[in-house]
């Protein structure tokens, strides 16, 4: 069954930089869509980024510039290298995939992916 653990998330000052890792250790979708979503206290849970089985990428307005999200199929992982760190990007950081891979970023924007990790905390002050 899919497994996702994410790692990497920490405390920061303004204008640092983290990367975040995911590892689909169950392995289940070859070709999968794999996103990161955030959520912060009170507020709704958005999506951060997103990739394609083909390659394709898609952002949050917000953080377009300064975070680029990577995928290695051979590992089943995926990052999120995050720079400039700015205090709104604190918030629980989740991997997400989802086998329907003709719509990853359709169901990204609507939060709809099948299966989640735990999430990893990232905390800019």
């Known amino acids: 069954h899919v497994q996702l653990v994410e790692s990497g998330g920490d405390s920061v000052q303004a204008g640092g930089s983290l990367r975040l890792s995911c590892v689909d250790s169950?392995?289940?979708?070859?070709?999968?869509?794999m996103a990161w979503f955030r959520q912060a206290p009170g507020k709704e849970r958005e999506g951060v980024a997103a990739t394609s089985p083909g390659g394709g990428s898609a952002y949050l307005d917000s953080v377009r510039g300064r975070v680029t999200v990577s995928r290695d199929n051979a590992k089943s992982a995926l990052y999120l290298q995050m720079n400039s760190l700015k205090p709104e990007d604190t918030g629980m950081y989740y991997c997400?995939?989802?086998?329907?891979?003709?719509?990853?970023?359709?169901?990204?924007?609507?939060?709809?992916?099948?299966?989640w990790g735990q999430g990893t905390q990232v905390t800019v002050s």
């Open positions: 169950g392995y289940v979708y070859k070709d999968k869509c």
């Open positions: 997400a995939t989802d086998p329907a891979r003709d719509a990853c970023f359709s169901r990204w924007k609507n939060k709809e992916y099948n299966y």
